[in-house]
Structure formats: C-alpha cells, structure tokens
C-alpha cells in the first residue's frame, strides 16, 4: 500500500508551489503530497487513486478558481473520499462563503491566505485534521477488486480463477456492496460491463475473459522453448509432484494448466491427513509451495491453456494447445486428474453459478453468512466443504444417498462434523427439484425410504458428487476403461487391442499408457486410490519412468 495522500489544488502556480513546498518539507515521510492547478485534471487524478484503491487523507483547495469554486470542487471529490479532511484556501474577502461551505460540505478548516509563518499557520491545524483522520481511518483492501453481481456465472468464474491461481482479491457485489456502488457510479458502468476486474494499478477491465486476466496477473499463456524433456498435462497434486521431480533432476520441464493449479485439492479447504502436517494444511497453502518448488528448480508453467490432442512425430510428441499453437516434447505426463460430475437433476444447470456450485465453496463460502447452505454428496471433499461452510453458513445440511457416512468419509472427518452445531446430515435424501427465479431459492427433496416430497429454502448448493475423469481430448488409440480413466502398465494386457497398439518391444512400464512414452498418473489413472498422497507419490514415480524412457530414445 502506498501512503495516504494530501491533494491541494490552486489555480495561480504560484501559491500552489508554495502550499506545495511547506506541505511536502513537513510531511513527506508519512503522506504523498500531490498538486495540480486544473480542475478537470484533479478529478480525472481522483478517480484514478479511487480505482487503484489509493487513500487521500486531506484536500486543500483554493476558493476562487476560473473552472469552478473550491467549495464546488470539494463537493465532488467527497463522492470520492468521502472520509478526506477538507480545508479550503481563502482570502480575507472568501471568509463568508467558508463558513457557508462548513455546513454545505462538511468543511473541516478554512486557510487564510498568506499563512506565513507555517509553523503557526498552518502545521498545528493540518496535525490536527490528520491525527483525527488517522484515528478514523480503516485501510481498504489493496489488490484486485472484482465488482458485479452475487448470482453471475461469469463473475464466480473469475473469482474462482483467481482463487485457484492463489490471487488474492476483494468481492464487490454492486447492489449490496457501498464501495461497489461507488465505484460503478464514479466509472459509469452499465448492468452490461458487469463483472468488472480493477487491478492494484488501477487498469479497469470490463467483463474479461481468463486470458486477459492471466496476462494481468504475470501467468504464462505462451511457450518459450520449441521442445522439452517431459510435458506434464494437469496441475493437481500428481501434476505438480511430476513437475518438482522432473525439474529437479535436470529435465526441461514444461507443466500446463487449463484452469487453476491444484485440482480438486486445491480447492479443499482443510486436508489432515497429509504426511508430515499434523496441525493439516489447506489445499491452497499445499499448491503454494509446490508451485513455488516447481518453478524454483526451473519448471515452465503455463496457464490458463488447454491441450486438443497429441499428435506422434517420428520419437517426438506433439501437444497442440487450445489456441492452435503446438509444443513439441520427448516425454508426456497426463494427470488431468478427475472434474466433478454433472447433476442431471431438473433445475441444477439452470442455477449453475448462479447459487448451485460444483465444489467452490472456498470461493462462495462468505457470500452464505447466516444462509442455509445445502452439500451433496459424501466424500472427503464434501466433509471438508461443509467444515469450512459453517465457520459462515447459519445452517449446513449433507445430503447423502446412503444411511450416513461412514462407507465413504474419513473418521476424522466425521467426528468434526458430528461435533459442529451447525451441520446436519441428511441421509437417504436426494434431490428432486432446484428451484428459484434468477437465483437458486429452494430444494424440492425425497426421502428414499418413504418417497415422501417436501421443499426446503436453499441459498447455496455445493455439489460433490462422483468424479468424471478429464480425458475425452485423449487420443492416440490410448487405452481407457469403460468410465474414461486411463489404463496403464500390465493391466492392458487384458484388453484385446492392446499388441495391435503397443509398438514397443518391451512390456511397458508401471505408469505408462499403450502408446509409449506417454504416461499417466493420479486419479487420471484406473486404478488410483483417489487420494492426495497417492497422486503425490504416483506423480514423483512417473519421473522414473521418464527417464529410463528417455534413455532408449
């Protein structure tokens, strides 16, 4: 954060050089002081500081300026800094309309002019306004705003792009929020504009995409070399173990992302039962420090791009990325890992984004203050939602097919939940109906054991259900099972087309798929235990295999 600001403004350069002057020789250490002689450039200076979300402390306007009175001018910089200090530069002739301006505009001094010497003047009168100010003043949020509103897929896209990418940023709904407001007043947005990003620098974007964005932000969504080692596709916790390790050892090592680091990890609010974390660690502080071990022993990342296929070339592979543009690699690690799936149930996709949610609830967890929020499903990472959820949630109800949660929860987790007031588990229930006008609004549920129908309020529904491997962009011939998930090693010595895919003369290693040199590891992979620590260790062996792939070639 920079520090608080004293505006003067004065039409005659000559005083305003010597308001300037003893303004600055007094108290430059602890506040900017910035100055101009026009009016039409003080205004566009303000709402610039307003978007950068700089702070100004005291204005010191001059009275009788030609393109508008002091009294006026501070009239509308209140808009902007409504908590400022205001004094206003008088001539002995100007002291009537000071005094009005004490009523009109909350005046809080009036200067005569000269106010030689400054050190009785001057200084004890402004000391006075800034420790007051001082006393009052709460510093705003200094970093990325996101302003638009509350049930907007496009606007929860954003911000859970920047909450994956570990960005931190505020949340402005611009019909609740008084700074939102304000903002959109003062920049003349449109309902259209919505959602707007305004960066720590002040650049203003209207509804932008994640390019624009990721290309703010410094994330890479271009290649800088031609070929590499080993291509990791797929940043979840397998993804970025492969990245430490590959890099670590020396390869050129390439990582890509379609969407935010971390995968369904990273976005858990609260993980246990890692290794070495007895207090637990949350999945965003967990991609912290990988991403910073990747990239410290050199791993390129990129982000937000997405791979369309792989194309063989001679002993190369060739990634063809989402805009058409291609990288060439001896060595593929695929650990797209798994998205969740898609309820088909009657309203949800009407809702989607718009109050139902597929996991997010870091995300939109603080929009549920005394809310009822609704979970489905019964895994670890709808526990670990429903934890976080009633830290802001007034109530937080578990939705379940089965009795209760002990086929498919971690006992801890469990335990947590039993002792946390707030939660309640629903078992045999599902959902039948979403329901709401521009946002979800209600639940029509069944209980499987009676068939009984009732509808309950619902402000959020946070879905956890199942999981969908990411592999329908996966070609090659490249073996799946029946649910998509990618076989590796001796298990595709059970599937009838494998001799006719597998040109190698060696049986194929533990990870690697039918096409060789290309790997798969994590829940991408049939098989995988679908959890953390197995994705971890799945994603560091890969890199074994890597390389005694590489010493064929």
Partial sequence: MGLPIIFSIDDD??????????????YRDKYKVLSTTSVAEAMESLLELQNKGEEVAIFVSDQRMPEMQGVDFLEKAMVLFPFAKRVLLTAYSDTDAAIKAINDVQLDYYLMKPWDPPEEKLYPAIDELLRDWQANYRPDFKGIKVIGYQFSPKAHEIKDFLAGNLIPYAWMDVESNESGKQIAATNSLCPVDFPVVIFDDGILLKTP?????????????????????VVIIGAGPAGLAASVYGASEGLSTLLIERKAPGGQAGTSSRIENYLGFPMG????????????????????????QFVKEIKLKDKYKTIVLGDDSEVNAKAVVITTGVDYRKLETKGISDFTGKGIYYGAASTEASSCGNKDAYVLGGGNSAGQAAMYLSKFARNV?????????TSSMSSYLIDQIKGTNNITILGCTEIVEAQGNDHLEGLKLVDLNTSEERTVPADALFIFIGAKPYTDWVGLEIIKNSKGFIETGRDMKGYSNFRQVWKAERDPYLLETSSPGIFAAGDVRAGAMNRVTSAVGEGSMSISFVHQYLSEV
């Fill in 209 to 229: 995409s994640l390019i624009d964005i990721a290309e703010r932000i410094g994330l890479n969504a271009k290649t800088k070399q031609q070929i590499y080692d």
């Fill in 13 to 26: 350069p000559q005083v305003l050089r010597a308001i300037s002057r003893d303004l600055k020789s007094h």
């Fill in 281 to 304: 660690l949350s999945g965003a502080d967990l991609t912290r420090r990988a991403i910073t071990q990747a990239t410290r022993f050199g791993t390129e990342f990129l982000s937000p």
């Fill in 397 to 405: 109800y578990i939705l379940v097919r089965k009795n209760d949660l």
